[in-house]
């Protein structure tokens, strides 16, 4: 058992689990299948607690994790370089106002009493003063959540996997984490397909299975409808933190 020498990183509703269970597919990646927290709730528990978390693996192979909260986790970069300057980082983003509404939708399927996206968007409403301290919302800062980790990492330590891409090219993203973790490619195309009831694409064969598999029943989840002012307001609010990300990361995720 190893500390992990890669992390997906971010972010909620993004598409990490996703990518967790295409990346499993290859033989050289081991990964554990909860979410372990340690970064951000367990750390108190020591890196023995979080190493006995990790699958076994053989020479050559990669030990992975993911956590989605580490991303927004002020003290995550600091408590991850400490364990290992080298490890390699991996965030998944997808559209800010759609992963809020996908985060938003989520929330309501557990505790159906909440009040609306609409009212919880705003601080107050007439003059549209954007709520930044609700979660769904402030996740969705990349810019912002980005600059507290390159105090710790160099950027080219960092990959951004594009939460749209992984669903309409899952294996061009695929390709894409497979070179970055220094990995032969071997998921390719070949390994998915597009599920239409769902609307996003399936393994042929999971790990370890013959059968093909798809996410569960949480996942792609039909959000409900938004007041289209409000979304619009919210593509205002990010439109400056996205542009800024796309600086940071010299990647136009085409949000706008």
């Given at each position: 058992?190893?500390?992990?020498?890669?992390?997906?990183?971010?972010?909620?509703?993004?598409?990490?689990?996703?990518?967790?269970?295409?990346?499993?597919?290859?033989?050289?990646?081991?990964?554990?299948?909860?979410?372990?927290?340690?970064?951000?709730?367990?750390?108190?528990?020591?890196?023995?607690?979080?190493?006995?978390?990790?699958?076994?693996?053989?020479?050559?192979?990669?030990?992975?994790?993911?956590?989605?909260?580490?991303?927004?986790?002020?003290?995550?970069?600091?408590?991850?370089?400490?364990?290992?300057?080298?490890?390699?980082?991996?965030?998944?983003?997808?559209?800010?106002?759609?992963?809020?509404?996908?985060?938003?939708?989520?929330?309501?399927?557990?505790?159906?009493?909440?009040?609306?996206?609409?009212?919880?968007?705003?601080?107050?409403?007439?003059?549209?003063?954007?709520?930044?301290?609700?979660?769904?919302?402030?996740?969705?800062?990349?810019?912002?959540?980005?600059?507290?980790?390159?105090?710790?990492?160099?950027?080219?330590?960092?990959?951004?996997?594009?939460?749209?891409?992984?669903?309409?090219?899952?294996?061009?993203?695929?390709?894409?984490?497979?070179?970055?973790?220094?990995?032969?490619?071997?998921?390719?195309?070949?390994?998915?397909?597009?599920?239409?009831?769902?609307?996003?694409?399936?393994?042929?064969?999971?790990?370890?299975?013959?059968?093909?598999?798809?996410?569960?029943?949480?996942k792609g989840r039909t959000h409900p409808d938004i007041d289209q002012?409000?979304?619009?307001?919210?593509?205002?609010?990010?439109?400056?933190?996205?542009?800024?990300?796309?600086?940071?990361?010299?990647?136009?995720?085409?949000?706008?």
């Amino acid at each position: 058992k190893r500390l992990p020498q890669a992390i997906i990183i971010g972010v909620k509703k993004g598409g990490t689990r996703a990518l967790l269970e295409f990346l499993r597919v290859h033989p050289d990646v081991r990964a554990v299948g909860a979410e372990p927290h340690f970064f951000d709730r367990n750390y108190e528990r020591g890196l023995a607690w979080y190493r006995d978390l990790m699958p076994r693996t053989l020479e050559g192979q990669i030990t992975m994790e993911k956590t989605p909260s580490y991303f927004v986790t002020k003290e995550a970069p600091a408590r991850i370089s400490s364990m290992s300057k080298g490890t390699k980082l991996i965030v998944v983003v997808r559209d800010p106002v759609t992963r809020a509404i996908s985060d938003y939708t989520q929330t309501l399927s557990k505790k159906p009493d909440i009040p609306t996206f609409e009212s919880l968007t705003f601080k107050n409403r007439t003059t549209g003063l954007i709520d930044t301290s609700w979660s769904a919302i402030q996740i969705g800062i990349y810019a912002k959540h980005l600059e507290n980790w390159l105090l710790h990492f160099p950027i080219g330590q960092i990959l951004f996997v594009s939460g749209e891409r992984l669903i309409s090219d899952p294996a061009g993203e695929l390709g894409r984490v497979q070179d970055f973790l220094g990995l032969k490619r071997i998921i390719t195309d070949k390994h998915f397909y597009f599920n239409k009831t769902k609307g996003f694409p399936c393994l042929k064969k999971a790990e370890g299975s013959s059968k093909p598999h798809c996410l569960g029943k949480t996942k792609g989840r039909t959000h409900p409808d938004i007041d289209q002012e409000v979304v619009q307001r919210l593509r205002d609010f990010y439109r400056p933190f996205n542009m800024k990300f796309y600086q940071m990361t010299g990647q136009d995720f085409g949000w706008d």
